[in-house]
């Protein structure tokens, strides 16, 4: 695709239920992030692919957090049993996956999670 | 662990005025870059720095990565109202993976 795509745009959750969050990211980049940015903060890290395989999910903040990709392609963030302190805005990023210049990540739109 | 300081946290100026925002790691970088998110928006790239000492320039805006690659800075001449938005540097230590370490943002904002 053109860009990063992310759905949905927003979510409004009860406490307690599951929420999944996809990530498309740009056709051919094999590096995937996913970070959270609550309000007016920066981004906090939370795992990345390289291909299907995650070599970093030093970011995950509990084992309610989980993420998968297939395909080498597209990207599921999933939380289970949401708290109201996981409202932020879930913020995907792609980049070609190699090393020197022309390595920047791509964002997505992201995803504003709302936990009531 | 690895973390990459960035002050200020905000810098308020008049429009027209000069703006600095900088970064510093405790341990050498490999590589730095720059992104900026404006309000509402996602962060997005403004360049990469990979050279001890290297400057680069784009218009208005002055990027400089340190002699020991563990500094690196933004400077803005005559802001503008478009230059608003929060500024993040984002390192990457040695290694294979391509993960960025994000300092935590510096807030312009420019009063007209």
């Known amino acids: 695709g053109a860009g990063v795509s992310q759905s949905p745009s927003n979510k409004v959750t009860e406490k307690g239920k599951d929420v999944e969050l996809r990530c498309d990211p740009i056709s051919g980049h094999t590096a995937l992030y996913w970070y959270r940015q609550s309000l007016g903060q920066g981004l906090e890290f939370l795992i990345y692919?390289?291909?299907?395989?995650?070599?970093?999910k030093s970011g995950l903040p509990s084992d309610r957090f989980s993420a998968e990709r297939t395909g080498g392609s597209v990207s599921t963030l999933t939380i289970q049993r949401t708290q109201q302190e996981d409202s932020a805005v879930y913020l995907c990023?792609?980049?070609?996956?190699?090393?020197?210049?022309?390595?920047?990540?791509?964002f997505g739109p992201g995803t504003r999670l709302t936990v009531l | 662990g690895q973390q990459v300081m960035q002050i200020p946290q905000y810098q308020h100026v008049q429009e027209g005025e000069d703006f600095t925002t900088y970064c510093n790691s405790s341990?050498?970088?490999?590589?730095i870059q720059w992104y900026k998110q404006r309000p509402g928006g996602h962060p997005v790239f403004l360049i990469q720095l990979v050279k001890s000492g290297e400057v680069k320039k784009q218009k208005r805006l002055t990027f400089q990565f340190g002699e020991a690659k563990k500094n690196s800075s933004l400077h803005i001449t005559a802001t503008q109202t478009t230059d608003v938005g929060t500024y993040f540097c984002?390192?990457?230590?040695?290694?294979?993976?391509?993960?960025?370490?994000f300092g935590k943002g510096t807030l312009l904002t420019v009063n007209p």
């Open positions: 341990t050498t970088l490999s590589n």
């Open positions: 692919f390289q291909g299907n395989s995650a070599p970093d």
């Open positions: 984002a390192g990457k230590y040695g290694g294979s993976n391509y993960k960025l370490t």
């Open positions: 990023a792609s980049s070609l996956g190699r090393a020197g210049p022309g390595n920047e990540q791509f």
